[in-house]
Structure formats: C-alpha cells, structure tokens
C-alpha cells in the first residue's frame, strides 16, 4: 500500500546528542517537506526537496539539516538536540509536475529535549 | 496580514449540528483549495479538494469556494463525535512547484 512513514513516532533525547528523524514514502513522489508543529499552533515548513539531491530551507528558520540521496527518503538530523526542539515533526510528500497537487503526510514524531 | 486567516476556535457543537469552518484568503493567486483533517496525535489527511470557485460535496461534507470574496468554507451536516478533529484550510496557486500555504486550524469538539 502506497504511504509515507515517519519513524520514530515518539523519542525522548538528552540535551546535546544527535539525532534524526526518519521518513520514507512509497508513492514515487518527487516532492518531499518537513513541517514543525507545536500544540494548537500552525504548521511551518523547515525543509522541502523537489528532488534527489535537491534540498532548500523553509519559511522558519531551523537548526536542523536534510539530506535527499534517495527519492523515496528523507531523513531530518539535529545536531545537537536543545529543549528548544520539542515539537512534533511531520514529513509530507506530493507528486511533482502537478500543478494544485495535495500533500500526503506520515503520522509525526513527536520529539522531547529534556 | 498573514496569506491565510482561519477562525480561531475552539469550536464545540452538539451531535447532528450543522458546522460551518472558514478561511479568508489575500493572494488572488490562489487556485486549488484543500481542506485537511488532523486527528489528535496524528498527521493531516486531505478531506476534501477544490479547484477554482464552486461547490463540492462528499457525504456529510460540502467544500465552498468564492474566489471574488476570497472565502472558502467547509460545512459539516449531521455532525459525529468522530468528526471531533482539527480542521486545515490550504491553498496554492498554479504551477509545478508552488506551494500549499496553511491556515493555522481549528479544532472542532463534537458533543455526544
């Protein structure tokens, strides 16, 4: 079946160490993005890649880093995890070359700094 | 002014209400009109998808567009508990790598 996965769904991370965020999708899409979305709050988008090794930074300005090797993944790193980065992270794709196109968007994770 | 105003919410109705959800848009740009479902601890799934000006009904759910106002809706008959859910307007405009923009959501509670 056809989809997009985000791995993991919860993570709880000391201050400082490393990590990243997994999402792969199945559908072929060309377009990949990653969004922030803290409780009540409104999306905003951090990065987006319209292609393989093609990566661009969003609209809020974000300490973390993609990378796009692959078409069908789309791995998120933090460097160093800070407080600041709790949030729930969701990975979306959408086809490209299509004009209007929706997005389709993995489950999240949801990321606490302690 | 930000690009996409959604009501505020919260919005709380009874079961078998009619809820009306709407966004006000300023980029006369926009052509394709999406409106998505995020359950709670969840990611966003699209509900329902527009293009253009008009109508457009799927079951209980019934998207509208008026692009001379700049409105678009989303009406709800016959309103579930498991309708209870935060609602998303989006919006792009035409061409390949244009962008959805996202209106900040409401969160509808409906009351058994």
């Known amino acids: 079946e056809a989809d997009i996965y985000q791995t993991p769904r919860y993570l709880v991370i000391g201050t400082g160490k490393k990590i990243t965020l997994e999402c792969s999708q199945t559908?072929?899409?060309?377009?990949m993005y990653w969004y922030q979305q803290d409780p009540g709050m409104e999306l905003h988008l951090i990065h987006y890649s319209y292609g393989v090794n093609s990566t661009e930074k969003g609209d809020l300005s974000s300490e973390s880093t993609v990378s796009r090797i692959r078409t069908e993944h789309f791995p998120l790193t933090l460097e160093s995890a800070r407080p600041s980065h709790t949030s729930q992270y969701l990975c979306?794709?959408?086809?490209?070359?299509?004009?209007?196109?929706?997005?389709?968007f993995g489950s999240g994770t949801r990321l606490t700094v302690v | 002014q930000k690009e996409v105003e959604q009501d505020p919410g919260p919005l709380s109705v009874p079961e078998g209400a009619i809820v009306s959800l709407n966004c006000t848009y300023s980029n006369s740009a926009f052509q394709y009109f999406m409106w998505y479902r995020q359950y709670s601890r969840k990611g966003p799934e699209l509900l329902m998808y527009t293009y253009s000006s008009g109508n457009k009904e799927d079951g209980r759910f019934t998207a509208q567009v008026d692009k001379s106002s700049k409105y678009i809706s989303l009406f709800i008959r016959d309103s579930q508990p498991s309708d209870s859910a935060t609602y998303l307007c989006?919006?792009?405009?035409?061409?390949?790598?244009?962008?959805?923009?996202f209106g900040k959501g409401i969160t509808l509670s409906v009351r058994p």
């Open positions: 989006a919006m792009s405009a035409s061409g390949a790598n244009s962008k959805l923009t």
């Open positions: 979306a794709s959408s086809e490209l070359g299509l004009s209007g196109a929706g997005y389709t």
């Open positions: 559908m072929g899409h060309d377009k």
